[in-house]
């Protein structure tokens, strides 16, 4: 242990003038068994310091042949070991200069323990939520209607919240917000999707209906859709449907449905291009027309990052590419884009790079940095910077 007279004589070796530093001075020592192992670091920026100090939890995700990631409620982190030059000290109670509230005029020591040290801390970053995954896990046992009398349903691989929040490399309010979009419902208990074709069947029944009734699929009456279409399937089903597709309102204590007219159309659209290599498409915007419901319009602008428009073949096709069929990586991304198609339109190529922009990122942003520019037939194309191997 130090005293004043000491560190004062040692000032006087180094050079320095005692005016010209703070009037307390920490003077450390190791405590015993002392260990770079014993504490990991992590560095906060001001909103999580302020999550924290509010009581609420971060929680590490990841399975174990994945990064680990730190997860808010509602946000997600990347977890990076950042090394560095100086030696971290771990000093429990030990106050800054500006915490300091000593109003003594003369210089004193206090005498400070160390607990730990290391030279690298955590580095969160805020990061896109890998969700890809939970649409996988569930379609291993997607639901495929009531078992028939006699059949019992697979009960295999079935995953409850808790389950997803183990393996997910994301928040729980990013999931259930993903949940929603890939219309998963909970069925006793777990969280499901539903098998495609029994999901048209269901979205079939009650397109069928709103035709046969002469209703406006801006209003569709839950109740009378459960009466008519309870018979054909659980109730429960039609319900999960139509808040799938619509947009529930209440009106004089009767609950109405909005058809959504672009999810519908899409919908139909994907049922029609599921089996098919390549769409004439001319002859596919006649089918897909009258498939929808009467009243509706379908668009191509619909079908943005789901299917793909070929303007240069002869006759004109259009293929399903969904952009959730792509991989997550964003290199990876590029050349598996790059492979399907040499050159692409900043129109075609936007909708399957969207969601891969950061916090303040732009799709512009992304193309500088992955792909090549140049004019053809004086329209702007990007195509790879590298070879792409096919």
């Not at 310091?49 to 995700?61: D, K, P, T």
């Not at 590419?321 to 598996?336: C, I």
């Amino acid at each position: 242990m130090r005293s004043l007279e000491e560190v004062q004589a040692t000032l006087q070796i180094a050079k320095l003038k005692e005016e010209d530093l703070q009037q307390t001075i920490h003077c450390l020592s190791f405590g015993e068994n002392v260990s770079s192992a014993d504490y990991c670091l992590m560095e906060l920026d001001d909103t999580l310091c302020r999550h924290i100090e509010a009581g609420q939890s971060l929680v590490i995700r990841g399975d174990t042949d994945e990064r680990a990631v730190v997860c808010t409620g509602d946000k997600t982190y990347e977890l990076k070991i950042a090394d560095t030059s100086n030696l971290l000290l771990f000093l429990p109670g030990c106050r800054t200069p500006d915490q300091l509230t000593d109003s003594q005029d003369s210089s004193h020591v206090v005498h400070s323990q160390i607990w730990g040290f290391c030279n690298s801390y955590w580095e969160l970053r805020k990061q896109r939520p890998k969700l890809k995954k939970l649409k996988k896990l569930l379609l291993e046992n997607p639901y495929e209607g009531p078992a028939l009398h006699g059949q019992d349903e697979n009960t295999e691989n079935r995953y409850t919240m808790l389950d997803l929040l183990e393996r997910i490399q994301a928040s729980e309010e990013e999931i259930k917000t993903h949940l929603e979009a890939i219309h998963a419902c909970q069925i006793d208990g777990f969280w499901r999707v539903l098998e495609f074709d029994y999901e048209m069947k269901l979205l079939g029944h009650v397109a069928q209906l709103v035709d046969s009734e002469s209703w406006s699929f801006n209003k569709v009456p839950l109740q009378t859709s459960l009466d008519e279409l309870g018979p054909l399937e659980p109730r429960e089903m039609i319900e999960h449907c139509l808040n799938s597709y619509g947009k529930r309102s209440i009106e004089n204590d009767e609950v109405f449905y909005a058809l959504h007219e672009d999810k519908v159309c899409r919908a139909m659209a994907l049922m029609l291009l599921q089996n098919a290599v390549k769409f004439n498409l001319r002859e596919f915007q006649e089918v897909w027309q009258q498939s929808v419901p009467e009243g509706m319009s379908t668009r191509l602008d619909q079908l943005k990052s789901v299917a793909l428009v070929d303007r240069t073949s002869r006759p004109e096709t259009i293929c399903l590419l969904r952009v959730e069929d792509l991989p997550e990586d964003t290199m990876e991304r590029f050349n598996h884009l790059f492979i399907l198609r040499e050159k692409w339109t900043e129109e075609d190529i936007t909708p399957y790079i969207q969601d891969l922009c950061g916090e303040k990122q732009t799709t512009g942003a992304l193309l500088t940095k992955y792909a090549r520019s140049s004019l053809q037939n004086g329209i702007k194309v990007f195509n790879s910077r590298r070879p792409v191997a096919t």
